[in-house]
């Protein structure tokens, strides 16, 4: 019987399987335990949630592998787990302890500022983030099976999850009516690969499965997120730095399973009772250099 | 005659996309008023431990089982097949007990293991069907009245028990609508039988 591992279908169909769901950030086998069983589709197994990686500063890199292990364990949902941009051989670390799903992500340091990992070269497969079309498909071009809308990571603000996913949809919605004639300048203008854009000029979506991320704090958030587009969440800090981890998880759960059901995102809301979403930055007083998002391009 | 696609999380727009391309209507079901629509259902891909907990809490589970063991065909994909089970092996989950096997959960291996596998499927012909395996259960043990329709190295991957069938793959992630097709006539000859004998198994 011929069996073939690696192949684009099979790493673009596990996050096919991850739609409609939520992904949360762990920093413990306990956290994960919690994430499950409010109802997580796959957890992010990482040292520091991003909240904090942002408060400490200094360089953050691939988490500890017992950690990621002891996660790995503890749950019977994927595991996904980071690594910095460009850093190929975190990438082959983790490939080889067996994670589900490598981030390469924005949310830990930089290893290489001018170029991203070669996804092609792996069996395991990759989500990335964006900010708009060009980087999405710039993304994909490497070979990354998911991408994630950026969002500014650790802020507890929307706004950025919400810049980011209406340039990626607004985008798609220009090239889907776009003439044929165009389509190399526009493929000049987004930087991307002329196949790649004909490609979402046609089928008027991602070839891959988009998620959004960076900024999701309460189940409205998700809903809203939902609504614009995205076809799933990610939460990082959103969860773990509010006062009732657990409720926030099976709130945010369900305003993404009903987002366009407004008494259950109401229900989900009602839930949280007194207690405290994470608190929230303002983007706008922040400094450039200490923006996530504009790391990688 | 009208197919639903349970629609709580999973890769459901990639079903009602297959069910599209060989004619058949076919809608999301999200909630039970959706239920009482359709003729048969599909339990897609997706986290079985996630969508368990969903058809807890938004009343799903009870409404479903009965039309399934009224009757109603059902067929689950890969996280499908975990939800419809009797049980899951080690694991202390909940299933719906509408067809008679014992699964065990990412039994291939996790991502890295997932696979596309040539599968013979004699009861679709003598082509072997794109099968596609992604973190995916096999079948540990069955009662007699399962009927099994595919291995994979020894491991039962398609079964089917009256109304019910499992795949532990996702024939919606390729072009090949045989197991579409032969679902669409399971639900076809169980609306047939419900018009002549209202009380036949």
């Known amino acids: 019987m011929k069996t073939t591992t690696g192949t684009p279908i099979v790493k673009t169909g596990l996050a096919q399987m991850l739609k409609g769901g939520v992904i949360m950030d762990v920093v413990t086998p306990e956290h994960a335990v919690i994430a499950q069983e409010a109802g997580a589709v796959a957890v992010m197994a990482l040292e520091k949630i991003p909240a904090d990686i942002r408060a400490e500063g200094g360089v953050a890199r691939m988490s500890n592998l017992e950690l990621i292990q002891g996660i790995m364990d503890a749950v019977t949902i994927p595991v996904m787990a980071k690594v910095?941009?460009?850093?190929?051989?975190?990438?082959?670390?983790?490939?080889?302890?067996?994670?589900?799903?490598?981030?390469?992500?924005?949310?830990?340091?930089?290893?290489?500022?001018?170029?991203?990992?070669?996804?092609?070269?792996?069996?395991?497969?990759?989500?990335?983030?964006?900010?708009?079309?060009?980087?999405?498909?710039?993304?994909?071009?490497?070979?990354?099976?998911?991408?994630?809308?950026?969002?500014?990571?650790?802020?507890?603000?929307?706004?950025?999850?919400?810049?980011?996913?209406?340039?990626?949809?607004?985008?798609?919605?220009?090239?889907?009516?776009?003439?044929?004639?165009?389509?190399?300048?526009?493929?000049?203008?987004?930087?991307?690969?002329?196949?790649?854009?004909?490609?979402?000029?046609?089928?008027?979506?991602?070839?891959?499965?988009?998620?959004?991320?960076?900024?999701?704090?309460?189940?409205?958030?998700?809903?809203?997120?939902?609504?614009?587009?995205?076809?799933?969440?990610?939460?990082?800090?959103?969860?773990?730095?509010?006062?009732?981890?657990?409720?926030?998880?099976?709130?945010?759960?369900?305003?993404?399973?009903?987002?366009?059901?407004?008494?259950?995102?109401?229900?989900?809301?009602?839930?949280?009772?007194?207690?405290?979403?994470?608190?929230?930055?303002?983007?706008?007083?922040?400094?450039?250099?200490?923006?996530?998002?504009?790391?990688?391009? | 005659m009208t197919i639903g696609v349970l629609a709580l999380q999973g890769d459901v727009v990639e079903h009602l996309a297959a069910l599209a391309d060989i004619g058949a209507a076919a809608i999301p079901v999200k909630t039970f008023a959706d239920l009482e629509k359709v003729d048969g259902l599909i339990i897609p891909g997706g986290e079985s431990t996630t969508v368990m907990k969903l058809l807890d809490r938004f009343g799903l589970a009870e409404p479903i089982r009965g039309r399934v063991r009224a009757g109603m065909p059902l067929w689950g994909t890969c996280m499908g097949m975990i939800v419809a089970a009797h049980g899951v092996a080690g694991l202390d989950q909940p299933a719906l007990d509408l067809i008679d096997i014992v699964v065990r959960r990412n039994a291939f291996g996790r991502q890295n293991e997932s696979a596309e596998v040539e599968l013979p499927i004699p009861v679709l012909g003598p082509e072997p069907f794109p099968a596609i395996f992604i973190r995916a259960p096999w079948i540990e043990s069955m009662g007699p009245g399962v009927q099994l329709l595919a291995e994979r190295d020894g491991h039962g991957v398609m079964v089917r028990q009256d109304n019910v069938l499992a795949t532990s793959f996702h024939p919606e992630l390729t072009p090949d609508r045989r197991v579409h097709d032969y679902f669409l006539q399971m639900v076809a000859d169980a609306r047939e039988s419900v018009g002549k004998a209202p009380t036949a198994a």
């Open chain 1, 84 to 297: 910095r941009i460009g850093h190929f051989a975190e990438a082959q670390v983790l490939e080889s302890i067996g994670v589900d799903y490598i981030d390469e992500s924005e949310v830990l340091t930089p290893a290489d500022e001018k170029y991203h990992c070669d996804k092609h070269l792996f069996t395991t497969p990759f989500v990335c983030g964006a900010r708009d079309l060009g980087e999405a498909l710039r993304r994909i071009a490497e070979g990354a099976a998911m991408i994630r809308s950026k969002g500014e990571a650790g802020s507890g603000n929307i706004v950025e999850a919400v810049r980011h996913i209406r340039a990626i949809s607004d985008a798609i919605r220009e090239l889907s009516v776009a003439p044929k004639e165009e389509l190399v300048a526009r493929a000049r203008d987004l930087g991307a690969p002329l196949e790649l854009v004909r490609q979402v000029a046609h089928d008027g979506k991602l070839p891959v499965v988009l998620f959004c991320a960076g900024g999701v704090s309460t189940p409205a958030d998700a809903a809203l997120m939902m609504q614009l587009g995205a076809e799933g969440i990610f939460v990082g800090s959103g969860i773990f730095k509010s006062q009732k981890p657990k409720r926030f998880a099976k709130a945010i759960v369900d305003a993404t399973t009903h987002f366009n059901d407004p008494k259950i995102v109401a229900e989900a809301c009602r839930s949280l009772g007194m207690s405290e979403a994470m608190e929230g930055l303002d983007l706008r007083q922040l400094d450039e250099s200490e923006m996530l998002s504009t790391r990688g391009n």
